[in-house]
């Protein structure tokens, strides 16, 4: 069984940085996505990886503040988040999909449906 497990949510302040960890049990997907989620609002796409990490994909909202990357040997992802904003606060979660993220075919990332495995999510409070 497939299990994602987000860490390294919490409190912060507008400006502070955090780094939010998806520690997989398998690697049985090829690309990795985190969503994030407020309440009364639909679940947002944040950013996305491969396993080998040969290619990443971000929204506009977060371009340049957010880093997603791998440790292929901890089958673990990370999502780098600096300069962060009351309006990031959100639950992040993670999420595993069987679709190789390409240069060129990367636009499916943003769709939560093309992703078949969750994690529990964590929550990010930016407080301003």
């Known amino acids: 069984q497939v299990q994602l497990v987000e860490s390294g949510g919490g409190l912060v302040q507008a400006g502070d940085s955090l780094r939010l960890s998806c520690a997989a049990s398998?690697?049985?997907?090829?690309?990795i996505g985190w969503f994030r989620q407020a309440p009364g609002k639909e679940r947002e796409f944040v950013a996305a990886i491969t396993w080998s990490g040969g290619s990443t994909f971000y929204p506009d909202s977060v371009k340049g503040r957010f880093t997603i990357s791998g440790d292929n040997g901890k089958n673990t992802v990370y999502l780098q988040m600096n300069s962060l904003k009351p309006d990031d606060t959100a639950v992040y979660y993670c999420?595993?999909?069987?679709?190789?993220?390409?240069?060129?075919?990367?636009?499916?990332?943003?769709?939560?449906?093309?992703?078949?495995?969750w994690g529990q999510g964590t929550q990010v409070t930016v407080s301003s």
């Open positions: 999420a595993g999909a069987d679709r190789i993220l390409r240069p060129y075919s990367s636009a499916w990332s943003t769709r939560h449906t093309e992703y078949s495995y």
């Open positions: 398998t690697r049985t997907f090829n690309s």
